[in-house]
């Protein structure tokens, strides 16, 4: 007997034993129970708690990306502590010693031993890969996936109604699952999801809760294939006659609905409406400068792919704006833009996609290095980071270099004479930040160490004056304030008195003597700046569109900031925010202090 045919048999024998057929739990199943032979930390609730968001994870240490799946849980678990997640290892595998010394509080970790958990969950979803996640509330199965897009799929779904709830009868429940069902296969009859819309429209629904979850759903779940824009307005507007209190949330899906359907005059009044009720809200405001720059022929310069993770670099007097992730996921694509630009060029290049990468120019080419690369079972390739890239805009042409001894995400990166310096960064495959420089010589075309930095982390790095900073950035756990200086000639890393703050995920560059940083994890619209001459931080009060993760070239005397988040979900920023030389030289300032 092959092994294969051995596993499948063992698993068709685990389901009958169980009780469950495969593809027996679909979405807006009840959700089985916990059971596995041994946990390894406190056991979470026998019962799933109907006010809670519980996520249900199945790993295997056998699994070649187990150490990448093992970070994606530990952070969402460390991110999202209203909600309750459970890891549960199975295929005979056992979790590495040193997870259970630095659990989240909301991490249980058990063993399924005997595959108990395995087929109740996985098998009978359907699901044979390793991570799968599950998504309870209520104690519904609302989404089941890859472990890579569960953040994702968090801020998405809706938290299902209860079938017995009296404003929402039994009937209507079901026929809502149904729909649900249908719209998220492929293949659907469009004539049967049309009947199905029809029934739903003529109903007489009282639930505004759940009748926006259904638009929800229609409008912004990755999983749904057949989106009915015009269903989805008519229940908001069902929604609306129902006095909902959350009218702000109502008026954003009816802009989105718009948006899909191409009018963009509707979603922007519709989103304007949203943003007065709610105006501290930055994914509003955000959304609304996206229908506006659609509706608008004439509107300021931006990006046509709203992204964060991206890289930038300045060949000439263009800046290339180079992939990035976006609402639709990995971005392939080459954005290009000059300084008197009205819009920017939209290029295909053959390059690696990747997000959480670095690009710097040398010459006339970009050089691309680290971040993470699309593809493979996970979302990302076991090679990520890996892969060194030459590309030459004017010919389109791309080269393959040697790359770096260590892949990681979100290095600095820095090109001072013929050598580039990559400094830091986070290691995707492993839990701790690096404190490795590798060095590239242009020459030689080889990698090698430099000294250490003395505080790992990962963050932007500068070149001033022969020498490379590295201020702030994050080490794993936190923002740090700790400023790094390295001077290639002695290769010796030294300390300068810490920044007022600690600061990560910003964007910055130098001009002239001056180091600006725009943005920081928390305080999404900060902007301050370091005088190399008198060695002293201030913070500009300038106007600047909160974001984080986004990047910023000099193109001649003007600074633009390009694109960035504020969120782990959209929207994302378009925006491509300019200042002159003189603006930020003159801009008011006022001590950067410690709090």
């Known amino acids: 007997m092959t092994k294969r045919a051995w596993v499948s048999g063992w698993i068709l024998l685990a389901l009958a034993l169980h009780g469950r057929s495969a593809d027996d739990l679909r979405i807006r199943s009840p959700a089985p129970p916990l059971d596995v032979a041994e946990w390894l930390t406190d056991a979470p609730a026998a019962e799933f708690d109907a006010e809670s968001t519980h996520a249900v994870v199945f790993l295997s240490s056998r699994a070649p990306g187990h150490p990448g799946a093992l970070d994606t849980l530990l952070r969402a678990a460390g991110q999202c502590d209203e909600t309750a997640f459970t890891g549960i290892y199975t295929q005979e595998s056992e979790p590495p010693a040193k997870l259970l010394r630095d659990l989240p509080a909301n991490l249980s970790i058990g063993m399924d031993r005997d595959q108990t958990a ?48 009296s404003l929402f009868p039994r009937e209507q429940w079901l026929l809502f699952e149904e729909y649900i069902e249908l719209v998220g296969q492929r293949d659907t009859d469009p004539d049967l ?137 990995p971005v392939s694509t080459i954005e290009s833009f000059h300084a008197a630009s009205a819009r920017t060029e939209l290029i295909e290049p053959d390059l690696t996609i990747r997000r959480f990468h ?139 008195p810490p920044l007022p703050q600690k600061t990560s995920a910003f964007q910055g560059l130098v001009l002239g003597d001056q180091l600006y940083l725009f943005g920081d994890f928390d305080e999404l619209d900060r902007m301050v700046a370091y005088d190399f001459t008198n060695a002293a931080w201030s913070q500009l009060e300038l106007p600047y ?16 900031v390009i694109g960035g988040n504020v969120n782990a979900v959209p929207p994302y920023r378009s925006s491509i925010q300019r200042y002159s030389r003189r603006q930020l030289e003159t801009a008011p300032r006022i001590p950067w202090t410690q709090r």
């Open 193 to 329: 999801i049309e009947k199905y819309g029809r029934e739903i429209a003529r109903r007489e629904l009282q639930d505004a809760g759940a009748i926006k979850d259904l638009a929800v759903h229609i409008i912004r779940h990755p999983s749904c294939r057949h989106r009915d824009c015009a269903l989805a307005l008519r229940l908001i507007d069902r929604a609306l006659a129902l006095d909902d209190p959350q009218l702000d949330e109502l008026h954003d899906l009816q802009a989105a609905a718009h948006a899909w359907l191409g009018d963009y005059a509707q979603a922007v009044a519709a989103q304007q409406r949203a943003l007065e009720l709610n105006p501290a809200n930055l994914h509003y405001a955000i959304s609304l400068e996206h229908y506006q720059n659609a509706l608008d022929p004439d509107a300021p310069l931006h990006l046509r792919v709203p992204r964060f993770g991206h890289a930038a670099a300045v060949v000439g007097t263009n800046a290339y704006i180079i992939g990035g992730w976006s609402a639709q996921g």
């Open 545 to 560: 569109k909160p974001a984080r993760h986004a990047v910023a070239v000099a193109l001649g005397d003007e600074v633009f």
């Open 118 to 165: 395995a087929a109740r969950w996985m098998y009978a979803a359907g699901q044979r890969a390793i991570p799968t996640a599950f998504l309870v509330k209520r104690g519904l199965i609302v989404w089941i996936g890859p472990l890579s897009s569960l953040e994702a799929a968090m801020a998405f779904v809706p938290r299902p109604a209860l079938p017995d709830d």
């Open 358 to 496: 670095s690009a710097v120019t040398r010459r006339d080419c970009v050089y691309i290095v680290g971040g993470i690369v699309s593809g493979g079972q996970m979302g990302y390739s076991p090679l990520t980071g890996q892969f060194f890239e030459e590309f030459n805009p004017a010919s389109g042409e791309r080269f393959f270099l040697s790359g770096p001894m260590q892949s990681v995400l979100r290095p600095g990166c820095v090109v001072a004479g013929n050598r580039l310096y990559l400094v830091g960064g986070a290691p995707l495959l492993q839990k701790e930040l690096s404190s490795l420089l590798q060095i590239f010589d242009f020459t030689t075309h080889l990698w090698r160490r430099g000294a250490e930095l003395p505080i790992a982390r990962e963050g932007q790095a500068f070149h001033y004056n022969g020498k490379i900073f590295a201020p702030g950035g994050y080490n794993g756990r936190s923002a740090i304030a700790d400023f790094q200086v390295y001077d290639p000639p002695t290769d010796t890393w030294s300390l300068l």
